[in-house]
């Protein structure tokens, strides 16, 4: 490893040179208490800029194992030092001038939720920190002076205020650590008390605007109904009140704009944990809910969808289904099987973005198309057997269909933000509106045992009828381009991610693009299943995290880590034979 006085020496020796002499700078420096790496140079001053790291000891930064000994607290630890090395470095970024991205200095931007991103990671050794800096030219010359300045001068003062224990404001971290500990609590309860979720007094639901996750100024604070609040000693906050949704079907209903949505919208994103000040932070989910949703057009491949739908008119087995284009009603029906095989436990549902079809059926609709010209079996009609006989829960936000009423367990209604329990009321109603007997199927748990393919014979060439040889064992190579929340392309084929509404930050997409990436280049083999590919994937990323898969790169910064979930719903959107 070379010292720091070596890299100001290179950094002299090759200025006003062409910018392609940036290269010989690749490696690691000592800082005394920091190890500076230069993991990858950026080719021009216009593209993606250079990926740097910074190695701190233990020893070096000072903070108390117990900040760091569990998975829990590594995870939120590292969230909470990237977000302060972010603020260090919007003092700097741009400052040294130049050319294109000349100066730039960049880190992932973490949102309300927390996540584990490779921006931050902590193991036995220390602390690795990653981001991005813009190496200076003026035009395609090197601006080594301005480097300099980055590196020598801007650089030690962010890391310092970030990354050592002792420029921390060590109450607000210790806030942090203790609000996931006690997030982590209210978990486990959801468990012991057979409780989907959990929604505290005083937490604040709105969200600031559409492209705004923060929480909105002067709304209105969460009150539970008497008859659902429950309590809670947390080992830090102490005593806490709250809604808690019991196991089972609850739906939620009301007039328009009264708050339905955004309490589903709560609910949805409380399988993750949330910063101390979010108004959401003590707003738990079932860490394995799903939020289901019709997908027009969808791709579907050899799904067992005959829970749902059977004796199609074109006699195509619904046990092991294919379609490049599903309608509305195919397509959440797929979902929620995909949903069972990866292991969900709670189905999100808003009537607003469901199949119509695929919800429920009407009396008089009932009478005029017989059972028997109807392939589809309606969610009203299985839902309560996904409960008892599969142990799945729904919570159902409806707003036109009172047949919901009859099979709910719990009735929320929202008036104006503020839950109600109306569930004895609209209890005492159903029997003056009863359902029509109706004869439902056999419910029988769906079976899947689909075995993966490529959709590529070549590298970065769409799949064309011609599968690339099982013997071959020279692995292709695909390219790889992240589109935000709304997915990514492999090689030529696009991943459309926009309606899987858990996903909640592009380092997530960009992931899932990796492992996807992984799966197609060494595991698939028209043997494995897409469930075991998927299971060893996730096995992987838990024990070695996202650096298993840079196939022997240096991890750069910009991935956060998916739920297990959202991995399936990727790969089953893959487009193969």
């Known amino acids: 490893m070379k010292t720091s006085e070596d890299l100001r020496q290179q950094l002299h020796s090759i200025n006003k040179k062409s910018y392609p002499a940036y290269k010989g700078l690749k490696g690691m420096y000592g800082f005394g208490d920091y190890i500076l790496s230069i993991d990858h140079v950026q080719g021009d001053p216009f593209a993606s800029p250079s990926h740097i790291s910074v190695r701190i000891s233990h020893q070096s930064a000072g903070f108390p194992a117990d900040y760091y000994n569990t998975p829990l607290t590594r995870t939120t630890l590292c969230d909470y030092l990237t977000r302060r090395f972010a603020e260090q470095i919007d003092h700097y970024t741009f400052r040294a001038k130049g050319s294109g991205k000349s100066g730039l200095i960049s880190v ?15 193991d036995e050794k220390g602390i690795t920190a990653r981001f991005f800096i813009g190496f200076p030219a003026n035009g395609r010359t090197i601006n080594s002076t301005e480097l300099e300045k980055i590196l020598f001068d801007f650089l030690p003062v962010c890391v310092k205020k970030a990354y050592f224990y002792s420029s921390q404001n060590k109450q607000q971290l210790l806030a942090w650590i203790h609000t996931a500990l006690d997030q982590d609590y209210i978990r486990q309860e959801l468990r012991r008390r057979n409780l989907a979720a959990f929604v505290a007094d005083g937490a604040i639901l709105p969200r600031e605007s559409g492209v705004s996750s923060r929480p909105m100024k002067d709304s209105i604070p969460f009150t539970s109904p008497d008859s659902l609040r429950i309590s809670m000693d947390l080992p830090y906050k102490g005593k806490i009140t709250g809604m808690g949704i019991p196991r089972g079907i609850t739906l939620i209903v009301g007039g328009g704009y009264h708050g339905k949505s955004t309490l589903l919208n709560a609910l949805e994103l409380g399988v993750y944990n949330h910063i101390p000040g979010d108004g959401r932070e003590y707003v738990l989910t079932d860490d394995t809910a799903v939020k289901l949703r019709s997908e027009d057009g969808r791709f579907i ?10 004796d199609l008119p074109n006699k195509k087995d619904t046990h092991c289904f294919s379609t490049l284009d599903a309608s509305g009603s195919t397509s959440q029906a797929a979902g929620i099987v995909e949903s069972i095989e990866a292991g969900s436990r709670l189905f999100l549902l808003d009537e607003d973005t469901s199949a119509t079809n695929f919800m429920v059926r009407d009396a008089f609709m009932q009478r005029v198309i017989l059972r028997e010209k109807e392939p589809i079996t309606p969610f009203l009609e299985r839902a309560r057997d996904l409960y008892e006989k599969a142990g799945i ?4 936000v409806a707003g036109s269909s009172g047949a919901f009423f009859h099979i709910a367990d719990t009735i929320i209604q929202m008036d104006n933000y503020v839950p109600r329990d109306i569930t004895e009321t609209a209890k005492a109603l159903c029997s003056q509106y009863p359902l029509a007997e109706i004869s439902v199927p056999e419910f029988t748990m769906p079976h899947s045992s689909r075995i993966m393919t490529k959709a590529v014979s070549a590298p ?17 190579r695909l390219k790889t381009k992240v589109s935000g929340t709304d997915g990514f392309s492999l090689g030529r084929q696009e991943i459309d991610l926009r309606y899987t509404e858990q996903l909640i930050d592009a380092e997530q997409t960009a992931a899932l693009s990796l492992l996807l990436k992984y799966a197609v280049e060494h595991l698939i083999d028209g043997k494995r299943t897409l469930s075991e590919i ?12 996202l650096s298993f898969f840079a196939d022997g790169r240096e991890t750069a910064c910009g991935y956060a880590v998916p739920r297990l979930q959202e991995i399936y719903t990727c790969f089953n959107r893959y487009r193969r034979p």
Do not use: M, W
């Open 108 to 122: 992932s931007r973490c949102g309300q939720e927390v996540l584990s991103r490779t921006a931050c990671e902590i």
């Open 301 to 310: 491949k050899d799904i067992d969808i005959s829970l749902f739908i059977n």
């Open 393 to 396: 829960s729904t919570v159902l």
């Open 460 to 476: 970065g060439r769409q799949h064309r009828g011609h599968v690339r040889p099982e013997s071959s064992d020279r692995p292709e």
């Open 534 to 545: 998927v299971e060893f994937l996730y096995q992987k990323l838990l024990q070695h995290g």
